[in-house]
């Protein structure tokens, strides 16, 4: 099921998206489940983002 999100969304490039969802709170951790995200082009340059690695 994930993968198939994955494959229908590939297309979103934009640095901006809006995401439809639920938020799951457990043990300490917090997670967004994501059912229909959709690209928003701003037209704004968005800072460089954080490497969290």
Do not use: K, Y
Request: net charge positive.
């Amino acid at each position: 099921m994930l993968s198939d999100l994955f494959a229908r969304r590939r297309e979103l490039s934009s640095q901006v998206l809006v995401v439809t969802g639920r938020v799951s709170r457990w043990d300490g951790t917090v997670n967004v489940i994501a059912c229909d995200p959709r690209a928003v082009h701003s037209g704004v340059a968005m800072p460089p983002s954080h490497d969290w690695h």
